[in-house]
């Protein structure tokens, strides 16, 4: 099951440019939410979110945006992650749109 997430999640973010990056997989993620929060919850050794962060669409985007510096790569990745597992966490309130400004901001002003 998780890997079958994990290639609609690569099918759905491949070739995405950074303006809509985020909201489409904060889009995907939404739409199957009870899903996702099980995969976040059950995956002590944390396997599903480590996968979704090797995904070659977003280690694109992040070698756009981290200046190949793998301190700045982490720091992105596993922010973010903390992003969207709260707001998943939180049962999505926020728009797609308003957390992928949170997280493009925080990434723009890191970047500088």
């Given at each position: 099951?998780e890997?079958?997430v994990?290639?609609l999640?690569?099918?759905q973010?491949?070739?995405q440019p ?9 889009q995907f ?6 899903t ?14 480590k ?6 669409s977003i280690?694109?985007?992040?070698e756009q945006v ?15 992650l ?9 049962g999505?309130?926020e ?13 723009d002003?890191?970047?500088r």
């Amino acid at each position: 099951m998780e890997q079958e997430v994990i290639q609609l999640i690569n099918e759905q973010l491949n070739d995405q440019p950074k303006e809509t990056f985020f909201i489409q997989l904060l889009q995907f993620l939404k739409s199957n939410k009870e899903t996702i929060k099980i995969f976040f919850e059950c995956n002590v050794d944390n396997e599903f979110p480590k996968q979704v962060l090797a995904l070659d669409s977003i280690n694109n985007q992040l070698e756009q945006v981290s200046q190949n510096n793998p301190y700045i790569k982490n720091y992105i990745l596993f922010g973010s992650l903390a992003t969207i597992q709260q707001w998943i966490d939180a049962g999505c309130i926020e728009s797609c749109e308003e957390i992928a400004n949170i997280i493009n901001s925080i990434v723009d002003k890191l970047v500088r």
